[in-house]
């Protein structure tokens, strides 16, 4: 065993680049799956894309009734295997 102040000493000393070309996103690539339980079908997994997020958000900004602030840690108002719950 190890303690958690090892862990967080261990994460220190291998900080990674997010910037570089290593970590570099296209809209296209898969940011998520969702599960779904199969009304429609068999249950199975939806691969969400950056851009799909990224678009929802956006227009989630737009709407008149939704409000986002800087303190806010959730958007929540359906199932919790909802895609919003993401």
């Not at 969702?34 to 227009?59: E, I």
């Amino acid at each position: 065993m190890i303690s958690f102040e090892e862990i967080e000493n261990l994460g220190k000393s291998k900080l990674l680049d997010y910037n570089s070309e290593e970590f570099k996103v296209e809209p296209k690539d898969c940011l998520t799956f969702s599960y779904t339980s199969g009304t429609t079908g068999p249950p199975k997994g939806a691969m969400l894309s950056h851009k799909n997020f990224a678009s929802f958000m956006a227009a989630q900004a737009a709407t008149k009734d939704t409000k986002f602030g800087p303190n806010d840690v959730a958007l929540s108002y359906l199932p919790l295997p909802h895609i919003l719950e993401r």
